[in-house]
């Protein structure tokens, strides 16, 4: 069974829509850690952002927010008037005391902001 | 400039060839990883280091063979591979194993033919 579940394969909206990355994750450890990653056309895997199982709190950093509920087990990610820029493929990421906290990655959701 | 270089960017080897993939990390980070990421695949977690010592090997084949020689320096020994070996190799480092984020490379694009 997937630990992370990126349900959605591909995403493609205009320039200014608002869009939701999903991501469900499975885990019976009460400590973990979610993580989002976007790897741009260039290659590599580039951080946005870590959360930790006790901190439901959201965020938002500028036009990235996140939303981490426990109760359905999920951590989507929202870009705010999406731009050209942000087309990458984003990846959602889950460690675990049972993993030894070594990183599992979802498939992945490949966004496509058309101009 | 990514804390973390992977050299070469590109490599195209036949299937008798040896080489090897370079990563070196600058973040004084004590754990470094090696991912394969195949077309239309999850991104498969290879081999993990911590403080130079590998604690984890994902069923791997022998034709894949990693090396640390310190916490900077980590390689990926190739040799006889498949053309289904043909991915991008990306490697990685953090802090501790999971529980910071990890800093990716830019990854070396592999074409075995």
């Known amino acids: 069974a997937q630990k992370v579940t990126q349900a959605q394969t591909e995403i493609s909206v205009v320039e200014k829509e608002d869009v939701t990355l999903d991501c469900v994750y499975e885990?019976?450890?009460?400590?973990?850690?979610l993580f989002w990653y976007k790897q741009p056309p260039s290659g590599e895997l580039v951080f946005l952002i870590r959360?930790?199982?006790?901190?439901?709190q959201n965020e938002i950093s500028g036009r990235y927010s996140w939303n981490f509920q426990k109760s359905t087990s999920s951590f989507n990610f929202t870009i705010t008037a999406s731009q050209v820029v942000d087309s990458a493929v984003y990846f959602c990421?889950?460690?675990?005391?049972?993993?030894?906290?070594?990183?599992?990655f979802g498939r992945g959701t490949s966004l496509i902001v058309h101009p | 400039e990514t804390g973390v270089t992977q050299t070469p960017r590109h490599l195209v080897m036949g299937m008798t060839n040896k080489k090897s993939l370079k990563c070196e990390q600058h973040l004084g980070h004590n754990a470094m990883y090696w991912y394969k990421q195949s077309a239309k695949k999850p991104l498969e977690l290879m081999f993990v280091y911590s403080l130079e010592e590998r604690v984890e090997n994902n069923s791997v084949p022998s034709r894949f063979s990693p090396e640390c020689p310190n916490s900077s320096h980590l390689f990926l020994h190739l040799h006889t591979l498949q053309p289904e070996d043909s991915a991008l190799y990306l490697c990685a480092s953090s802090q501790g194993i999971g529980e910071t984020e990890a800093f990716f490379g830019q990854g070396t694009r592999l074409t075995v033919v």
């Open positions: 959360r930790n199982s006790f901190d439901e």
């Open positions: 990421a889950l460690s675990e005391a049972r993993g030894s906290y070594i990183p599992t």
């Open positions: 885990t019976r450890d009460t400590t973990y850690y």
